[in-house]
């Protein structure tokens, strides 16, 4: 080859090259922009298919493309998907959306969410007790600073909520004061006692086919349960004489009699003090509600009424169905009656079964019933947040700051008035009305709202 054809072929192959490598690359970077696109496809795809698995329309088309149309928070997203999780270990809750089913717990209850608790059940062999928590996904750190409150009954075993109600009408007494004007002013969580197994489980049941409408209101559920909280107490001592187990039977019917108090309130305050030390975590203020109190006037505001008075421990006027205006005489200030020195005696003794003393009001004795807001001529004292002092306080409705009970403020399961080393109890203060009475060396004190009213069954 002459030096020209040399060259020419020497072009030829630089050309040759040169396609060569176009196409490579050309092929390499094709190549690449496949596998992004198709691992992003697969990404979204897999994301969507978890969102719409979780009840959130993500528009997801069968060829894999999508219309995304989220409009909830990630923490929301991850919630839910938790919340999902559940739900697909308990085979019983469908992973679709579905219609809030029957029984529908009130007119106004929201209807679906899909949302469900989740569901923690502890069991304590040793103590023999049980608790089960339901609770919100992610306690949400959102609104974290909305007031928080523990709503708290202790449901007694026979007719717990007076007048042929149930438990689902309970409920809708509740959703009366957590419907709060504005909404999500608070956060709300309920506390149960119910110590009937039979009454347990059926108290699961309702709240596991009711999650979405109580998820809307309730942060969280606690139930507890313990039949050795039924047990009734009473020392025997040697020198009393026996006490057999009828005389010990408390009723619906017997509960108000005199010589069944000690007894009575024993149970009720250890229920109490049981229930709570179970359920508060960080809630700030605790509201006891009987079971069978079904009405609140001013519903809607009734708990922004009592936290705006600032009061460390505060009860409302108790109705009795709509006439009687002072169902709980539990609330009162002034004095009452001392034991007679015969009683005193029986006391030193220790002979229980014949103490059937009862404290009974003296002259300068404050109830609610002595206040009528209509006979009032100056407007201060007919606010339905006017507030007057109390030395003790009732149960039916009962509301009071959650720092107190954590220093060491329990309702006392004994009279702890009246008492000594010698004897086994005093005479006065035993539960609710113990309470001021413990509150008081710790700077705390009590308060009752004569002009705001709750009632109880008639
Ligand atoms: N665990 C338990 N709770 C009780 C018992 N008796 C009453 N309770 C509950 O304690 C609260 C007050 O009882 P209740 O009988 O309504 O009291 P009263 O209306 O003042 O006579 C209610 O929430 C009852 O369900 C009991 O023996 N055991
Ligand atoms: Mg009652």
């Not at 919630?79 to 529908?104: L, M, W, Y």
């Not at 007679?340 to 229980?352: A, F, H, V």
């Not at 009528?372 to 009071?400: C, H, I, T, W």
Request: proline residues 4%; contains cysteine.
């Amino acid at each position: 080859m002459n030096k020209l054809g040399v060259k020419k072929f020497n072009v030829f192959i630089i050309i040759g090259l040169g396609i060569v490598t176009i196409i490579f690359i050309t092929n390499y970077l094709t190549n690449i922009k496949t596998d992004v696109s198709s691992s992003l496809t697969t990404s979204n795809s897999n994301s969507a298919k978890t969102l719409s698995k979780i009840g959130i329309d993500v528009g997801l088309k069968n060829d894999g493309s999508k219309e995304t149309s989220i409009v909830k928070t990630p923490s929301e997203v991850e919630a839910d998907a938790n919340a999902e999780e559940i739900a697909d270990i308990d085979n019983s809750k469908s992973t679709k959306p579905k219609p809030q089913t029957s029984p529908k717990i009130e007119d106004n209850s929201i209807t679906t969410s899909n949302k469900i608790f989740i569901k923690e059940e502890y069991i304590d062999e040793l103590y023999k007790y049980t608790k089960t928590t339901y609770k919100q996904p992610s306690s949400s750190q959102k609104d974290s600073k909305l007031p928080t409150i523990l709503i708290l009954s202790t449901i007694a075993k026979d007719d717990p909520y007076g007048n042929g109600r149930q438990f689902k009408d309970y409920i809708n007494s509740i959703n009366t004061l957590v419907n709060t004007e504005p909404t999500n002013k608070f956060k709300f969580s309920l506390g149960l006692s119910i110590n009937s197994p039979q009454n347990f489980l059926n108290l699961q049941k309702f709240i596991e086919e009711n999650d979405s409408a109580l998820f809307e209101k309730f942060e969280k559920i606690s139930l507890v349960s313990s039949e050795e909280m039924e047990k009734l107490h009473e020392v025997k001592f040697s020198n009393d004489q026996e006490l057999n187990d009828e005389d010990l039977e408390i009723n619906r019917f017997n509960r108000q009699q005199d010589n069944k108090q000690r007894i009575r309130r024993r149970i009720i305050a250890k229920n109490r003090n049981f229930l709570i030390s179970n359920t508060l975590e960080n809630e700030q203020y605790i509201i006891f509600i009987d079971s069978d109190v079904e009405k609140f006037d001013h519903s809607s505001k009734f708990i922004d009424i009592l936290i705006k008075t600032g009061k460390d421990i505060i009860v409302p006027r108790i109705y009795r169905g709509e006439s009687m205006n002072d169902y709980d005489r539990n609330s009162w200030r002034g004095e009452r009656t001392k034991p007679t020195e015969e009683q005193l005696k029986i006391m030193d003794l220790n002979l229980w079964s014949k103490f059937d003393y009862v404290p009974r009001d003296k002259e300068n004795i404050w109830h609610f019933y002595m206040f009528d807001s209509n006979s009032q001529d100056d407007e201060k004292l007919k606010a339905v947040d006017y507030s007057v002092p109390l030395d003790s306080v009732g149960g039916a409705f009962l509301f009071f700051k959650s720092i107190i009970y954590k220093q060491g403020v329990i309702f006392p399961t004994n009279y702890i008035i009246g008492t000594n080393w010698e004897r086994l109890e005093g005479y006065d203060g035993i539960e609710t009305e113990g309470i001021c009475y413990l509150a008081r060396p710790l700077g705390y004190t009590c308060w009752g709202l004569p002009n705001l009213n709750a009632y109880h069954v008639p």
